[in-house]
């Protein structure tokens, strides 16, 4: 991977902004368990951080994943794990499908105002019998003249109370599960959309989180992105993105965490030296940054291959399942290094534990990854006949 000026001043624009717009009203939106999305995502918009990897036409800046990549490392910086999650499903996990199968007056309709920042995105397909189990939604959209009408329930969506569009993923037919789902935009000022009150989660405490029902919502089927039927496989072409967003995104944030741990084991003293002066804290916040190291560079090579057309899903898998258990193990080491200031609730590490837990949940849970895994070495068991 070779970085250019373009790609450093990506990073360089990033990181101001995340200085300037985020960091210092991070605590606050904690508190609030909200953040104010159209604000912020405006502001991204204004700088062309949405559309970084998006096309050119409708507003974005036509460049390759690299490049999105480069914005997302430095998302890791942000001190509220919710900001940069609901930023992740506006770039990553809720239009990609949209930019690369929709047609062009849908993309003129609904990934041009999210490009510029001027829409908040959800991606709806989780359910609450349904998570990393995609083919088993029960979600319906049935054909009613020129419309679909949906009928169904979802989960655990982020950005869900602010957000203006949703990505849905629906039953559109009877046919065989990974054949009978399609991808609709859906307003949410459309009638028959309406939310639960924000989930009281363990972690990522500063994005809105909902649940969302659907009754007898009338959308038009050229809402629908690309061919019907198709859902099921743009979803999974859709989790390449995200997977490889949680990948890059964990590095930085838990490169910081070894950074302060170390500066604060430096000057925490304990039985007259200080805490990092004991072999077992050096040893192990280097093999800590030993590991981080080797998880970017197979989360660079993903994303070079990614870029060059290649079938990356076994490595964006291995990235995800390794980033969502180092970030386990990086926050739990620092924690307890800490003491007793790592258990208050304000302390960095401590809000990093409870945030980077859900990477091995959401997006595909470890024991979806590790069974694509085998599945591509040949290893995984097949159904009994």
């Not at 509220?80 to 999650?85: A, I, P, Y």
């Not at 940054?289 to 989360?299: F, K, P, S, Y």
Request: charged fraction near 25%.
């Amino acid at each position: 991977m070779r970085f250019t000026e373009e790609h450093q001043a990506i990073r360089n624009t990033a990181a101001q902004f995340i200085e300037k717009e985020i960091n210092p009203f991070a605590d606050a939106w904690e508190e609030e368990g909200i953040f104010p999305a159209h604000q912020v995502f405006k502001k991204l918009g204004d700088l062309g951080l949405l559309g970084i990897n998006k096309p050119a036409e409708y507003g974005g800046m036509g460049l390759d994943y690299s490049y999105q990549m480069a914005f997302i490392e430095e998302m890791g910086l942000i001190a509220s794990g919710g900001v940069s999650m609901g930023i992740g499903v506006q770039t990553d996990m809720a239009t990609p499908a949209l930019a690369k199968f929709g047609s062009e007056a849908l993309c003129k309709e609904f990934l041009v105002p999210a490009i510029a920042g001027d829409a908040v995105f959800s991606i709806a397909v989780s359910e609450p019998h349904a998570g990393s189990d995609v083919a088993a939604i029960k979600t319906t959209a049935r054909k009613d003249g020129d419309d679909y009408v949906i009928n169904g329930t979802k989960m655990w969506i982020t950005n869900s109370t602010q957000a203006d569009y949703l990505c849905l993923l629906a039953n559109t037919s009877d046919d065989k599960p990974h054949l009978n789902k399609s991808l609709i935009v859906v307003p949410t000022n459309t009638p028959g959309v309406s939310f639960s009150a924000r989930l009281n989660k363990l972690g990522m405490r500063s994005s809105d989180t909902a649940q969302v029902f659907l009754d007898d919502v009338r959308v038009p089927q050229r809402n629908r992105i690309g061919e019907e039927g198709q859902g099921f496989v743009y979803q999974m072409l859709q989790f390449q993105e995200e997977r490889l967003y949680a990948a890059a995104g964990g590095l930085k944030s838990m490169e910081y965490l070894i950074e302060k741990t170390t500066e604060y084991t430096r000057e925490r003293k304990i039985f007259g030296k200080s805490v990092l002066d004991n072999q077992v804290v050096h040893f192990r916040l280097a093999e800590l940054l030993t590991e981080v190291t080797a998880l970017r560079a197979l989360t660079y090579d993903a994303v070079e291959g990614y870029i060059n057309g290649e079938d990356v899903t076994m490595k964006a898998s291995m990235a995800k399942l390794k980033v969502g258990r180092l970030q386990r193990e990086v926050t739990d080491a620092c924690l307890q290094y800490w003491g007793g200031m790592g258990f208050m609730w304000d302390n960095p590490v401590a809000r990093a534990y409870r945030d980077t837990r859900i990477t091995s949940i959401g997006g595909g849970a470890d024991e979806v990854m590790l069974s694509i895994i085998c599945k591509m070495m040949g290893t995984l068991p097949g159904k009994a006949k």
